[in-house]
């Protein structure tokens, strides 16, 4: 029976979290809106639709809601170019493609955005299929996400393993039914990641690939 892996994209396998705080923070900023960067940091991992809710609550104008969408996406967009991979990604994810597993990306990314984060990652040989935000209903937390990405290679969630680095992609995960490993490159901490439901945390994708033998993706 086939087995999978599911990568979360941003932080996990690309370096772009402190990137993208930055571009949604400027973004906050032109609308008038004073956002910490420790509250939209920890909020990275939502698709943007549901990053603004939680960040300017209901009552915010929602009329701004695709405009501040739009700016993000277009002060991220100046970094397309040069989007950095973190160390071994491309090398974890052509490792397990050869040890049999369906390597499956779930992100929010599409579009220019996602043919960027695959250019640095420079592993599409390794790469089964993509799960966008987009085609589904409800971005993570909710499972629909990791249920779609299954669903794209045929893999039932007891044969699957999420890496993420977010307590959304351990929640979509969990609520899912596969197993979940963190790693920290994201910035969010081990215990964070622990009480969302990483059964290991790895500090990044180096790192799970050194460890492969005896973590849950064995």
Same mark, same amino acid.
């Given at each position: %029976?086939?087995?999978a892996a599911v990568f979360?994209?941003d932080?996990t396998?690309v $370096?772009?979290?402190? @990137? ?6 400027e973004?906050?900023?032109?609308a ?6 420790? #509250?939209i940091?920890? =909020?990275v991992?939502l =698709?943007?639709s549901d &990053?603004?809710?939680?960040? @300017?609550g209901?009552?915010?104008?929602t009329d /701004?809601?695709?405009e501040l969408?739009?700016a993000?996406k277009a002060? *991220?967009g ?7 991979a /973190?160390?071994?990604a491309?090398?974890l &994810? ?6 049999g ?10 579009g220019?955005?996602?043919s960027?984060?695959r250019r640095a990652?420079d592993?599409?040989d =390794?790469?089964? #299929?993509? !799960?966008?935000a ?7 937390p !909710? ?5 779609? #990405? ?7 969630a007891?044969?699957?393993v999420?890496?993420? $680095?977010s307590?959304?992609? %351990?929640? =979509?995960?969990?609520r899912?039914g596969v197993r979940c490993v963190?790693?920290l490159?994201?910035?969010?901490p081990?215990t964070? @990641?622990l009480?969302?439901? !990483?059964?290991?945390? *790895? $500090? ?5 690939l050194?460890s492969l033998?005896d973590?849950p993706?064995?």
């Open positions: %029976m086939e087995r979360d994209v932080g396998l $370096d772009t979290n402190h @990137l993208h705080v930055t571009s949604w923070w973004a906050f900023r032109q008038g809106h004073r956002i910490p960067m420790h #509250a940091h920890r =909020a991992g =698709a943007s &990053l603004v809710v939680h960040l @300017l209901d009552d915010r104008d /701004l809601d695709e969408s739009s993000h002060l *991220y100046q970094y397309f170019d040069r989007l950095p /973190l160390p071994e491309g090398s &994810l052509r490792r397990l493609h050869r040890d597993r369906q390597v499956v990306l779930a992100t929010s990314a599409g220019a955005e996602l960027a984060l990652i592993a599409d =390794a790469i089964t #299929a993509t !799960a966008s987009d085609d589904v209903a409800e971005g993570k !909710a499972p629909e996400p990791i249920e779609h #990405a299954l669903e794209l290679v045929g893999v039932p007891e044969r699957a999420l890496v993420g $680095d307590v959304w992609d %351990m929640r =979509a995960g969990s899912a963190g790693v490159c994201g910035g969010i081990r964070d @990641l009480e969302a439901g !990483a059964e290991a945390v *790895y $500090d990044d994708p180096a790192h799970l050194a033998p973590s993706l064995a």
